[in-house]
DNA sequence: GCCGTTTTCGGCCCGACTGTTTTCAGTCG
């Protein structure tokens, strides 16, 4: 079974977890944590790395200690620090510290005094009463511990973007119309962009609190409030999404905003680099001795640190701050930078609209182009195209393209590989077309092997242009092809 | 456990809210 880099990312996190019940030193802790986070994100295969002789301690976070544990995992398949931690503290102990309000001191007293580490031994403690005897834990305490754990199971853990945007906008209108608030932003991954997020992160200025407070906890869609004091408030909406609010004054907007945003990672990052400037970060501003000197706007914030302005997008401590000291953020792309579309569907076969209304919605986004890709006929459930419809279809093309000016429309398709690599339409046929988008649609579970040949074959069919979803993963749904 | 334009040893980001331990530890973001 060969190691990936997520295997060993999840090894350190284990062993983070573990050291962390065991109350070990917290910066040995993080140092695992870094190291997971590191291995998860890099883009190169370790293994292949280390046949190149690539020395692991050039990988930020990682020393010699790391290095030979990164070898051993990948060498045996495991780590003798993770079976000497396990002879302590049974495995499954970790998945305690996801339920919201269980850290390590009380998973570990839990444990010592109640024999607990499964979440079912926990339910069955909650509600038998034992939990609130442990010093330390109270009835309260129980009863959270009791609730935390029954919407664990049936809570979903992250959320794709563009669902979370929904609810988010309609939030934020919401809190828009309370009167004395000023500013409502959306923070957190959101802001960031990220394809999942696992909660709604909102900044709001305003004149007073109590009022955004009041509004906010009161909101028709909230099912619950986890916590609320004078600046900062957490409840869950209806749609099991946790939103998390704070509450800041204006002249703190631009490090708030940064502070909210994120990543955790990005802001330590920043934070180190004040340190050693001989000044604060927090979310009230940036700060020399007990003097403010920037924090209005975010820019004025990486200002102070030396920094330019950094994007959202690329908070995330994987080089972009090392870019932005030297001048070499790269230019991310914009919505008005798109001049055409090469995969679109209509209600030829699994869209709903025709190719005139997708011409004019085109029209209005400024495309210059567009190809027309319906699904072939191996996709019966979506009615794909048989040789006989796509040529009908190029026939209804060129006569709308005859009508335009301004914008091309490109003839396509978005052809099913099929499971030994071959293409659902003759050459034939697809030499007629502008493009030739291929994908998979079927077989997600073949070995690698098997898929990366299938898909290799497909590839070097001759009209072959485009590979749609490489991955083949529906976000939070189906996992990518392995 | 990592790291170094103050350091090869002594540091390591910062603050809010909750519940319980009557002054603060634990958890979270």
Known sequence: MPVHNADISAIFEEIADLLEIEAANPFRIRAYRKAARILNELPQDIRILLKQNFSLTQLPGVGDDLAAKIVEIVESGSCGLLRRL???????????LHIPGLGPKRVKALYHHLDVHTLEQLHRAAQDGLIRKIPGFGEKTELNILKAVESHASQARRFKLATTTQYANALIAYLKE??????????GSLRRMRETVGDIDILVTATEHAPVMHGFTTYDEVTQVLSVGKTRATVVLKCKIQVDLRVMPETSYGAALHYLTGSKAHNIAIRR?????????????????????AGETEDSVYGAVGLPYIPPELREDRGEIEAAMVGKLPNLVQITDLRGDLHVHTKASDGSDSIQDMVEAAKSLGLEYMAITEHSRHLVMVHGLDANGLLRQCDEIDQINSTLSGMTLLKGIEVDILEDGSLDLPDTILKRLDLVVGAVHSKFNLSRAKQTERILRAMERPHFTILAHPTGRLLENRPPMM
Request: charge should be positive; hydrophobic fraction near 50%; aromatic fraction near 4%.
């Open 178 to 187: 309370i009167p004395g608030v000023l500013q409502v932003t959306a923070a």
């Open 86 to 96: 396990h002879k302590e503290l049974p495995p499954v102990i970790t998945e305690l």
């Open 273 to 293: 680099i004040a340190q050693k400037l001989g000044l604060k970060v927090n979310e009230y501003g940036v700060f020399k001795a007990a003097t403010r000197i």
